[in-house]
């Protein structure tokens, strides 16, 4: 478990064009979060997804250069369709993840807060991270049209 100690912070946000409940049932359900989820060119294998205080996320990320990445989490908080909170395990960098989202004129506005420990801010990560959340919301927009008129 991380500590409350926080040494950097991400945040990325992006506006939806769809419902609060829609956008939060692209993340709940494990079969659509796996076609979106992760930067652009990454696949994704999941093991285990148990979205409840205390469960685990535990899948294998594909990237395009062939290399496998094993992901391990631990949900945190759960206010469905408001806010998940999540620790991610990974001993590379560890974080703790808030996702909050947020009724706005048009839609959906999804916030992203990775809160990291450690103090020396890695600038390479930072800017892959970024770029990264990025490709996540665009990936999502890319599942969410796809879906049009789906419930």
Wanted: glycine share 10%; charged share 30%; aromatic share 14%.
């Amino acid at each position: 478990m991380l500590s409350e100690k926080v040494g950097w912070k991400i945040s990325s946000s992006r506006i939806f064009a769809a419902s609060r409940e829609r956008l939060f049932g692209m993340f709940r359900d494990p079969v659509r979060l796996a076609r979106w989820w992760g930067p652009k060119g990454f696949a994704n294998t999941f093991h285990e997804f148990d979205l409840r205080p205390g469960g685990m996320w535990r899948f294998v990320m594909h990237g395009s250069d062939g290399k496998n990445y094993p992901i391990e989490k631990r949900f945190l908080e759960v206010m469905e369709p408001e806010r998940v909170v999540f620790d991610h395990l990974e001993p590379m960098h560890a974080f703790r993840m808030s996702m909050r989202f947020e009724e706005v004129e048009g839609g959906t506005k999804l916030s992203w807060e990775m809160a990291f420990e450690d103090g020396g801010q890695n600038e390479n990560l930072k800017t892959f991270i970024v770029q990264a959340n990025e490709e996540n919301f665009d990936r999502l927009e890319v599942c969410l049209a796809g879906e049009a008129g789906k419930p």
